[in-house]
């Protein structure tokens, strides 16, 4: 059992900035990659930011150079830090993790529960 634990959300004016923070425990062995997905009401979730064990990283390109994805390798956290915030980056935020658990040694795609973003005058 891998559990992703989601906390940094909430309402901001545009042009403000907000922190996402997700950290990963459990049956781990080790993490490929995690990175942050968002959705809307009656959309496809989407990526919004990818990093690799390796620290490289992919951003969708409506938040490049706005948001900054980054990783703690060894605490098996991964945070986003959003700048530059815009009415249209509204939704919920959710974490993904890809781990190989320890018992069995497989590779699993791990999902938190969501944190709201709500960008707002």
């Known amino acids: 059992q891998v559990q992703l634990v989601e906390s940094g959300g909430g309402l901001v004016q545009p042009g403000g900035s907000l922190r996402l923070s997700c950290a990963a425990s459990?049956?781990?062995?080790?993490?490929?990659?995690m990175g942050w997905y968002r959705q809307t009401p009656g959309k496809q979730r989407e990526l919004v930011a990818a990093?690799?064990?390796?620290?490289?990283?992919n951003y969708a390109d409506s938040v490049k150079g706005r948001f900054t994805i980054s990783r703690d390798v060894a605490k098996n956290t991964v945070l986003l830090q959003m700048n530059s915030l815009k009415p249209e980056d509204t939704a919920v935020y959710y974490c993904?993790?890809?781990?190989?658990?320890?018992?069995?040694?497989?590779?699993?795609?791990?999902w938190g529960q969501g944190t709201q973003v709500t960008v707002s005058s």
């Open positions: 993904n993790a890809h781990v190989v658990t320890t018992t069995p040694r497989r590779e699993y795609a791990y």
């Open positions: 990093i690799t064990s390796g620290a490289s990283t």
């Open positions: 459990g049956n781990i062995f080790s993490i490929s990659a």
